[in-house]
C-alpha cells in the first residue's frame, strides 16, 4: 500500500515531460504581463509614482498588502519610471527567453513591487500572472525556443512538479471563487447574471433593454448555477480525463463568453492561455511516439 | 533528496495557501447558519479550526511566507457581490448642489472614476477604465477617510498649479445610481444620491 502511494506522488510529481510546454507558458504569461505592464502606464503617475497619491513609504495597512516593495525605496520621481520601463524590459526578455531566470525574477520583483505599493486598483488578472510566474520560475522554460537556447546545450526534459502547482494553482482559483458564490444571495437566486450584464462597467454592451425577456432571465439563473457547480467541482472533475476534457472545454467556452460580453480587461485572455496546462504533454513533443505521459 | 525536498515544498505552499486564503471567511462564514453550501457541516468544521490558528506560530509563518514571496491571493473577486448600485468617485472644485434632487454639479473635474454615458454603454477591449471602477470600488468598501484625505491632496498639489487652483477647494465626491433589471441604468426612474465623503480646505 505504502508502496503504490509513493508510486503515484511520484508519478504525480516527478514524470519527466517535454519542456516545450513550459517555454510557450512562458511566452504566453510574458507578452500578457508586458501587455499588462504598459496597460498600467496611464495610472501610473498617480498610483505608483514616487509622486504618486500614496506616501513614498507606502501607508497602506491591508490584509492585502505586502510588506516591502522596491517603488518604497526610490527617491525621485524619475527613479520611479525607470523602474517601470526596466520592468517592462524584463517582461520583454522573459518572453524572448533571454537570460530567463534572471529576466523572469526581476519581472517578479516588479510585479510584487507594484502590488504592495498600490493594491487598490489592481485584480485577479494581476494577482494570476503574478502567482503562475511565481510557478514558472522553478521550471526550465528558457530552455527551448529561447535566446538563450542559442547559446546552451538543450534540454529535452524536464519533471513536471512546476506544471503540476500550475494545476492545483488553477483548480484552487476556480474552487474558491465556486465556494464563495454559494455564500452569494444573488448567485445562489440566479439574479446575479441580469445586474452584471446591465452593470455600467462589467457589461460590455447594454443590454438592460432584453431583461424584459422572460427566457433569457430564466435561461441566466440557470448559467449562473451551472458555472457555480461548475467551479466548485473543478479540482474533483480534472482528477478524471474524461471529466478533464469536459471541464476544460466548458471553462473556454465560458471565459470567450466572458471576452464577448464582459469587461474585465485581459482577464478572459490570461486565463485562456493558461488552459494550456491542461493541454497533454504528448502535443508538445516533437517526437510524440516517445513522450513521456501527463 | 530532491524528491523529499520538493514534495515538502509543495505540500507546505499550498498548506500555506489555502490557510491564508480561507482565513479571512473563518469569521464571515462559520457562524453563519444560513449558508447553502453542500457541505456546511464540513465547512463549518475548517473553518472553525482555521479560525482556532488564529494567533499560532503557524499561521505567522505562513503570513511572513505569504508577504515575503508576494503570494497574496484572495479569489472572491471572481465573484463579485454585485451590487444594486452603481458607484462613482470624483475629485471637483468648484460644485453646486442642485436643492431639488440634492445632486452636485462639479464644475471643474479634477478627476472622474467613472467616464461613460450611461444610456449606450459599449466598451471597447482594451478595459482600461475598469481600473478606475476597480479602485473606487476598493475605495468605497474601505471607507478610510485618510485615504480620501490623501488622494484630494494629490490632485490639489498636482492637477493644477495655478494661484487659483492652490486657494480653493477640493471635493472628493461618491456618485451612486440604482441598477435596475427592468430599465436602463441612470435612467429617470432610477435613484441617484451623490456624497461628499471629504474635502480640503486651502
Redesign the interface.
Known sequence: MLNFISCTWDRFLFVRIDIKQYAFLRIGIGFLITLYLINLLPYYSVHYSFNAWLSPMGDLDLYHSGSWSILFWLQSQTQSWYFLYSAIACSMLYTLGAATKISGCCTLIALISLWNKNPLLLDGDDAILRVMLFFLLFSPSGRVLSIDAFFRLQTRHSPVWPLRMMQIQFAFVYFVSGWVKFHSPEWLDGSVLQTVLIHPEYSRFNLSAWMSYEWLVKLLGVISGLIMWWELLFPLLCLQRHARFICVIFGIIFHLGLLLMMNLREFSIIMLVLYMVFIPNRYFCSNRSSSSQN | MR?IL??AF?IF??SA??LW??W??AEQ?SK?SS????FAALERGVLEKIRSLDDAPVFRLVDFYI??????????????????V?RYLRVCRHISLDPESKLIACKQPLYKS?R?T??????SF??????????TE??VR?HRL?FYE??L??WHD?AHTGSETKRSEIYAIISEFE????????SAGSIRRDEVVWMITP
Request: hydrophobic fraction near 30%; aromatic fraction near 18%; proline fraction near 8%.
Open positions: 524528491k520538493v514534495s509543495v505552499h499550498f495557501v489555502t486564503v480561507f479571512p471567511y462564514f453563519d449558508q447553502k453550501t453542500p508577504n515575503t514571496l508576494g503570494l497574496h491571493q484572495y479569489w472572491d473577486f471572481f465573484a463579485p457581490q454585485t451590487p444594486r452603481h467613472y461613460g450611461l444610456g449606450d454603454a459599449v466598451h482594451d478595459g482600461l477604465n475598469s481600473r478606475d471602477f476597480r479602485f476598493n475605495m474601505l485618510n490623501k488622494f491632496k494629490y498636482h441598477l435596475q433589471p427592468d430599465s436602463r441604468p441612470n
